[in-house]
Protein backbone atom coordinates (compact mmCIF):
# COMPACT_ATOMS: atom_id res chain seq x y z
CA UNK A 1 0.00 0.00 0.00
CA UNK A 2 1.36 3.35 -0.95
CA UNK A 3 1.82 6.08 1.56
CA UNK A 4 -1.05 8.61 2.09
CA UNK A 5 -0.11 11.74 1.34
CA UNK A 6 -2.88 14.12 1.78
CA UNK A 7 -6.53 13.95 3.60
CA UNK A 8 -9.40 16.28 3.37
CA UNK A 9 -11.30 15.83 5.68
CA UNK A 10 -15.04 17.19 6.02
CA UNK A 11 -13.89 20.41 4.19
CA UNK A 12 -16.66 23.44 3.83
CA UNK A 13 -16.25 26.98 3.01
CA UNK A 14 -19.59 29.69 3.04
CA UNK A 15 -19.29 32.72 1.43
CA UNK A 16 -21.75 35.06 3.23
CA UNK A 17 -24.77 32.77 2.35
CA UNK A 18 -23.20 30.58 -0.73
CA UNK A 19 -22.31 27.56 0.39
CA UNK A 20 -18.93 27.22 -1.98
CA UNK A 21 -17.51 23.78 -0.82
CA UNK A 22 -19.58 21.42 1.64
CA UNK A 23 -18.20 18.92 3.42
CA UNK A 24 -15.62 17.26 0.76
CA UNK A 25 -13.64 14.44 1.96
CA UNK A 26 -10.78 12.90 -0.57
CA UNK A 27 -7.09 11.82 -0.16
CA UNK A 28 -3.84 11.56 -2.44
CA UNK A 29 -1.60 8.65 -2.37
CA UNK A 30 2.35 9.25 -2.92
CA UNK A 31 2.55 9.19 -6.65
CA UNK A 32 -1.32 9.45 -7.52
CA UNK A 33 -2.28 11.73 -9.97
CA UNK A 34 -5.70 13.26 -8.62
CA UNK A 35 -7.99 15.51 -10.86
CA UNK A 36 -10.45 17.65 -9.64
CA UNK A 37 -13.43 18.65 -11.85
CA UNK A 38 -16.68 20.00 -11.99
CA UNK A 39 -18.74 22.63 -13.74
CA UNK A 40 -18.31 26.24 -13.52
CA UNK A 41 -19.05 27.52 -9.73
CA UNK A 42 -18.74 24.04 -8.20
CA UNK A 43 -16.03 25.27 -5.96
CA UNK A 44 -12.73 23.86 -7.53
CA UNK A 45 -10.63 26.34 -6.95
CA UNK A 46 -12.22 27.35 -3.62
CA UNK A 47 -11.14 23.83 -2.29
CA UNK A 48 -7.62 24.39 -4.05
CA UNK A 49 -7.12 27.69 -2.39
CA UNK A 50 -8.58 25.58 1.33
CA UNK A 51 -5.99 23.41 0.35
CA UNK A 52 -3.14 25.32 -0.47
CA UNK A 53 -3.21 27.77 2.35
CA UNK A 54 -4.37 30.97 0.76
CA UNK A 55 -8.10 30.58 2.59
CA UNK A 56 -8.69 29.39 5.77
CA UNK A 57 -12.08 26.61 5.60
CA UNK A 58 -15.14 27.38 7.42
CA UNK A 59 -15.00 23.90 8.55
CA UNK A 60 -13.09 20.49 8.25
CA UNK A 61 -9.61 19.96 8.11
CA UNK A 62 -6.53 19.34 5.72
CA UNK A 63 -3.85 16.93 6.99
CA UNK A 64 -0.78 16.68 4.99
CA UNK A 65 2.14 13.79 5.87
CA UNK A 66 0.26 12.89 8.95
CA UNK A 67 -0.44 16.24 10.29
CA UNK A 68 -2.83 18.78 10.15
CA UNK A 69 -2.24 22.34 8.27
CA UNK A 70 -5.13 23.60 7.67
CA UNK A 71 -4.66 27.32 8.89
CA UNK A 72 -0.87 27.07 7.48
CA UNK A 73 0.00 29.67 4.80
CA UNK A 74 1.99 28.86 1.40
CA UNK A 75 5.24 29.13 2.57
CA UNK A 76 5.13 26.88 5.29
CA UNK A 77 3.07 24.43 3.21
CA UNK A 78 6.40 25.12 0.80
CA UNK A 79 8.59 23.75 4.12
CA UNK A 80 6.69 21.24 4.46
CA UNK A 81 6.69 19.47 0.80
CA UNK A 82 3.51 21.27 -0.64
CA UNK A 83 3.77 23.18 -3.46
CA UNK A 84 1.21 25.22 -6.11
CA UNK A 85 1.48 26.82 -9.50
CA UNK A 86 -1.42 29.42 -10.50
CA UNK A 87 -3.90 29.60 -13.19
CA UNK A 88 -2.05 32.61 -14.30
CA UNK A 89 1.57 32.91 -14.75
CA UNK A 90 3.30 34.01 -12.18
CA UNK A 91 6.92 34.24 -13.44
CA UNK A 92 9.41 37.34 -13.49
CA UNK A 93 9.69 38.22 -17.07
CA UNK A 94 12.76 40.08 -17.25
CA UNK A 95 14.64 37.63 -14.72
CA UNK A 96 16.01 34.63 -16.24
CA UNK A 97 14.82 31.17 -16.92
CA UNK A 98 16.76 30.05 -14.20
CA UNK A 99 16.27 33.27 -12.07
CA UNK A 100 12.99 32.24 -12.09
CA UNK A 101 12.93 28.79 -10.86
CA UNK A 102 15.54 29.52 -8.22
CA UNK A 103 12.91 31.66 -6.66
CA UNK A 104 11.60 28.33 -5.81
CA UNK A 105 13.99 27.07 -3.98
CA UNK A 106 14.49 30.05 -1.91
CA UNK A 107 11.11 29.86 -0.91
CA UNK A 108 10.85 26.47 0.76
CA UNK A 109 13.63 28.47 2.74
CA UNK A 110 12.23 32.03 3.21
CA UNK A 111 9.21 33.67 3.20
CA UNK A 112 6.61 33.75 0.06
CA UNK A 113 7.26 33.75 -3.61
CA UNK A 114 7.55 37.38 -4.26
CA UNK A 115 9.30 38.86 -0.96
CA UNK A 116 11.91 35.46 -2.20
CA UNK A 117 12.36 37.22 -5.73
CA UNK A 118 13.79 40.07 -4.87
CA UNK A 119 16.35 38.59 -1.77
CA UNK A 120 19.97 37.12 -2.40
CA UNK A 121 20.54 34.21 -0.87
CA UNK A 122 22.77 34.37 1.88
CA UNK A 123 25.84 32.17 1.52
CA UNK A 124 27.43 31.21 -1.78
CA UNK A 125 26.89 28.14 -0.99
CA UNK A 126 23.58 28.32 -0.96
CA UNK A 127 23.57 30.13 -3.86
CA UNK A 128 25.22 27.17 -5.69
CA UNK A 129 22.94 24.67 -4.22
CA UNK A 130 20.38 26.63 -6.04
CA UNK A 131 21.49 27.07 -8.60
CA UNK A 132 22.27 23.19 -9.68
CA UNK A 133 18.96 22.03 -8.44
CA UNK A 134 17.25 24.85 -11.01
CA UNK A 135 19.55 23.77 -14.08
CA UNK A 136 18.37 20.05 -12.50
CA UNK A 137 14.80 20.83 -12.89
CA UNK A 138 15.10 22.74 -15.91
CA UNK A 139 16.58 19.80 -17.62
CA UNK A 140 13.78 17.83 -16.70
CA UNK A 141 11.45 19.66 -18.49
CA UNK A 142 13.56 20.13 -20.79
CA UNK A 143 14.25 23.74 -20.71
CA UNK A 144 17.86 23.63 -20.45
CA UNK A 145 18.81 25.35 -23.31
CA UNK A 146 17.16 28.13 -22.49
CA UNK A 147 18.35 28.83 -19.18
CA UNK A 148 19.74 32.13 -19.38
CA UNK A 149 16.89 33.31 -21.45
CA UNK A 150 14.76 36.17 -20.62
CA UNK A 151 11.79 34.03 -19.09
CA UNK A 152 9.40 36.55 -20.80
CA UNK A 153 10.41 36.19 -24.21
CA UNK A 154 9.57 32.60 -23.89
CA UNK A 155 6.58 31.25 -25.48
CA UNK A 156 4.12 30.70 -23.56
CA UNK A 157 3.77 26.55 -23.00
CA UNK A 158 7.39 26.79 -22.22
CA UNK A 159 6.72 29.50 -19.50
CA UNK A 160 4.11 27.15 -17.96
CA UNK A 161 7.26 23.90 -17.86
CA UNK A 162 9.05 26.88 -16.26
CA UNK A 163 6.16 27.09 -13.50
CA UNK A 164 6.73 23.65 -12.68
CA UNK A 165 10.39 23.35 -12.60
CA UNK A 166 9.71 26.34 -10.29
CA UNK A 167 7.43 24.22 -8.11
CA UNK A 168 9.38 21.42 -8.29
CA UNK A 169 12.78 22.69 -7.23
CA UNK A 170 12.57 22.21 -3.60
CA UNK A 171 11.68 18.42 -4.10
CA UNK A 172 7.96 18.80 -2.67
CA UNK A 173 5.62 15.52 -2.30
CA UNK A 174 3.14 17.33 -3.77
CA UNK A 175 2.27 19.89 -6.24
CA UNK A 176 -0.99 21.51 -6.91
CA UNK A 177 -1.63 22.56 -10.16
CA UNK A 178 -3.84 25.29 -11.19
CA UNK A 179 -5.42 24.20 -14.58
CA UNK A 180 -1.95 23.45 -16.05
CA UNK A 181 -3.28 23.12 -19.42
CA UNK A 182 -4.95 26.71 -19.94
CA UNK A 183 -3.82 28.48 -22.36
CA UNK A 184 -1.76 25.57 -24.13
CA UNK A 185 -1.81 24.63 -28.12
CA UNK A 186 -2.67 21.15 -28.12
CA UNK A 187 1.56 20.37 -29.12
CA UNK A 188 1.98 22.22 -25.61
CA UNK A 189 -0.26 19.76 -23.81
CA UNK A 190 1.22 17.13 -25.12
CA UNK A 191 4.55 18.44 -24.18
CA UNK A 192 3.14 18.97 -20.29
CA UNK A 193 1.44 15.51 -19.90
CA UNK A 194 4.27 14.11 -20.98
CA UNK A 195 6.32 15.85 -18.18
CA UNK A 196 3.96 15.33 -15.56
CA UNK A 197 3.99 11.41 -16.27
CA UNK A 198 7.89 11.50 -15.92
CA UNK A 199 7.39 13.22 -12.92
CA UNK A 200 5.61 10.67 -11.37
CA UNK A 201 7.77 7.60 -12.39
CA UNK A 202 10.23 10.48 -10.44
CA UNK A 203 7.86 10.09 -7.06
CA UNK A 204 6.43 13.52 -7.00
CA UNK A 205 2.84 13.65 -6.88
CA UNK A 206 -0.15 15.90 -8.18
CA UNK A 207 -3.37 17.01 -7.31
CA UNK A 208 -4.83 19.14 -10.36
CA UNK A 209 -7.81 21.29 -11.12
CA UNK A 210 -7.91 21.55 -14.93
CA UNK A 211 -11.30 21.69 -17.78
CA UNK A 212 -9.16 19.96 -20.26
CA UNK A 213 -10.97 16.74 -20.10
CA UNK A 214 -8.66 14.73 -22.57
CA UNK A 215 -5.73 15.76 -20.02
CA UNK A 216 -7.49 14.38 -16.80
CA UNK A 217 -8.87 11.38 -18.47
CA UNK A 218 -5.39 10.71 -19.88
CA UNK A 219 -3.40 11.34 -16.62
CA UNK A 220 -5.35 10.94 -13.66
CA UNK A 221 -5.49 8.05 -11.49
CA UNK A 222 -8.78 9.33 -9.59
CA UNK A 223 -10.79 11.99 -10.20
CA UNK A 224 -13.10 13.96 -7.94
CA UNK A 225 -16.10 15.42 -9.28
CA UNK A 226 -17.61 18.58 -7.20
CA UNK A 227 -21.15 19.83 -7.98
CA UNK A 228 -23.04 22.68 -6.63
CA UNK A 229 -19.70 22.54 -3.63
CA UNK A 230 -20.50 19.02 -3.04
CA UNK A 231 -18.64 16.00 -3.99
CA UNK A 232 -20.93 13.78 -6.67
CA UNK A 233 -18.29 11.34 -7.74
CA UNK A 234 -15.14 9.97 -7.12
CA UNK A 235 -13.50 7.44 -9.31
CA UNK A 236 -11.10 6.02 -11.69
CA UNK A 237 -11.54 7.61 -15.45
CA UNK A 238 -13.72 4.72 -16.76
CA UNK A 239 -15.70 5.08 -13.95
CA UNK A 240 -16.28 8.85 -13.83
CA UNK A 241 -16.93 8.90 -17.49
CA UNK A 242 -19.93 6.53 -17.27
CA UNK A 243 -21.02 7.72 -13.75
CA UNK A 244 -24.98 8.96 -14.34
CA UNK A 245 -24.50 11.86 -11.76
CA UNK A 246 -21.74 13.15 -13.74
CA UNK A 247 -22.94 13.07 -17.10
CA UNK A 248 -25.93 14.97 -15.76
CA UNK A 249 -24.37 17.94 -14.28
CA UNK A 250 -22.29 18.23 -17.22
CA UNK A 251 -25.38 17.99 -19.61
CA UNK A 252 -24.88 21.44 -21.68
CA UNK A 253 -21.78 22.33 -20.32
CA UNK A 254 -18.86 19.79 -21.68
CA UNK A 255 -18.86 16.60 -22.83
CA UNK A 256 -17.81 13.96 -20.56
N1 LIG B 1 -14.60 35.31 -2.54
C1 LIG B 1 -15.86 34.92 -2.79
N2 LIG B 1 -16.91 35.60 -2.30
C2 LIG B 1 -18.18 35.18 -2.53
N3 LIG B 1 -18.50 34.10 -3.26
C3 LIG B 1 -17.49 33.38 -3.78
C4 LIG B 1 -16.12 33.75 -3.59
N4 LIG B 1 -15.34 32.84 -4.22
C5 LIG B 1 -16.18 31.96 -4.79
N5 LIG B 1 -17.47 32.28 -4.52
C6 LIG B 1 -18.66 31.51 -4.96
O1 LIG B 1 -18.48 30.19 -4.56
C7 LIG B 1 -18.94 29.28 -5.58
C8 LIG B 1 -17.78 28.40 -6.03
O2 LIG B 1 -16.82 29.19 -6.74
P1 LIG B 1 -15.43 28.63 -7.27
O3 LIG B 1 -14.71 29.77 -7.87
O4 LIG B 1 -14.75 27.88 -6.22
O5 LIG B 1 -15.92 27.64 -8.42
P2 LIG B 1 -15.09 26.91 -9.59
O6 LIG B 1 -15.51 25.49 -9.58
O7 LIG B 1 -13.66 27.20 -9.43
O8 LIG B 1 -15.68 27.60 -10.90
P3 LIG B 1 -14.96 27.89 -12.36
O9 LIG B 1 -15.00 26.59 -13.10
O10 LIG B 1 -15.88 28.89 -12.97
O11 LIG B 1 -13.59 28.40 -12.10
C9 LIG B 1 -19.52 30.15 -6.68
O12 LIG B 1 -20.90 30.27 -6.45
C10 LIG B 1 -18.82 31.48 -6.48
O13 LIG B 1 -19.61 32.54 -6.95
MG1 LIG C 1 -12.25 28.17 -10.65
Not at 56 to 62: A, Y
Not at 92 to 111: I, P, Y
Not at 188 to 202: A, N, T
Amino acid sequence: MSAMLLEVEQLSKSFGGIQAVQNVSFYVKKEDIVAVIGPNGAGKTTLFNMISGIVPPTSGFVRFQGAIVSGKQPHELAMLGMTRTFQNLQLFADMTVLENVMVGFHSRLKSGIVSAGFRLPRTVKEEKQAQEQAFFCLEQVGLAHLAWERAGTLPYGMQRLVEIARAAVSRPSLILLDEPMAGLNPQESKQLVDVLLMMREQGFSFLFVEHDMETVMAIADRIVVLDYGKKIAEGAPEEIARHPDVIKAYLGEEAV
